[in-house]
């Protein structure tokens, strides 16, 4: 424990004075509380301007070192030898009895200190750096020059592509290498061997033509790369990024397309195969043919008769647009400039037996078939007493 040098108070973590170097308690921390006989004038700033001027760096000497004679002394009070050095300061060392608890501060023994020795810089000359350089560069030549002539360069690999947008997934495409050349061969193109990574996870295609056909699968991002060899061995690549989307038809290719498929020929059974399952057929079957069609929910009201108008129905991009389809009779249609319907507006529908109805829509959903597995509730949903072919 520590006691207060001004009220004699036992404080286990003491505030010390920036002046006087003394230990006191939170009462008596600060100067003017203490009567601090080191304690500099009052200033604007207070106590803290003068500390922080003490404390510039032009003004603070060196700090001796510890010498021979700065042995630690006996304590003045009860003689013993017990002592403890508790702080060094510029000027004064504090020392404290371990017998009884004596504490006091004895000066410095001011020494002097070995000067620094300042380290000498050579600074060398434009014209020495400027000869340095020249003898490097003239040793670079008489040494490499002759290993550089004799190297052989390495082969420029290059390809092109049949298409570089709107590539579909299924549709063959052209990728042609014709542009790969040898630096060292300038009457033909040097290089002998063409090896094609499509990204796709099939196998890479070896060949000496420079011109390979390739169709994708999935639709996503791949990385094309090409490797060549020329006649000396040596290979260079070129990687080219392509992306694949699935596939749209022509309204002509679609219409002919839903002639030969069944699922308009599908009896409806309410409550076990209603519009729902007649547009998750169809959306199925165009998979085969690589193309994404999506299924659309739409609750309603008939503007005649205002009774609830629940369907569900097909839509797919064209070539010329966003188009409709009724799974159901395989019709076909669109609205204005192939825009998407959305909720709030007034469609006109064919119902069953081929009547005209116009619905407005309340409510518009557009799944895919990879989303259904996050709509469970859809299949109950559309099992609804009215249908438009019920």
Known sequence: MVKCEFCGQEVDLPFRCAFCDGNFCIEHRLPENHSCPQAPPRTPLGHWKAKIRRLEPKELPSLPRR???????????????????????????????????????QPRLQTTLKPTRKKKFVIVGATTVTAIMIAVFAVSIFVYFPMLRNEN????ASFTSSKTTDIFIGKEIIFNASSSYDPDNS?????????????????????????????????RKYNVTLTVIDDDGQNSTYTKSIEVKWGAPTISELRSW????????????????????????LANHSRQKNWKMALVLINGSDTATKQSWYHAINAINTTEGLVY???????????????????????RFWDYPYESVYVYITDILVLHLEDLEEYLWIRPACILPYCSKQ
Not at 70 to 98: F, G, M, N
Not at 153 to 156: A, E, G, K, N, V
Request: proline share 5%; with cysteine.
């Open 67 to 105: 010498t021979r004679a700065e042995e630690t002394p006996s304590c003045p009070k009860c003689a013993s030898e017990r002592v403890q050095t508790t702080a060094y300061r510029r000027d004064y060392i504090h020392y404290q009895c371990l017998d009884c608890d004596f504490k006091w501060k």
């Open 153 to 156: 360069d390495l082969p420029i």
């Open 187 to 219: 009457q033909t193109s040097g290089i002998t061997t063409y090896r094609w990574d499509f990204g796709d996870g099939t196998p890479v295609e070896v060949g000496s033509s420079c011109i390979v056909t390739h169709s994708f699968t999935l639709v």
């Open 258 to 281: 839903l002639t030969l498929d069944q699922t308009n020929e599908m009896d409806y059974d309410y409550p076990y195969f209603v519009c729902f399952d007649f547009a998750k057929m």
């Open 325 to 347: 389809i009724e799974p159901q009779t395989d019709d076909v249609w669109w609205c204005d400039n192939h825009v998407e319907m959305v909720s709030g507006n007034t469609y």
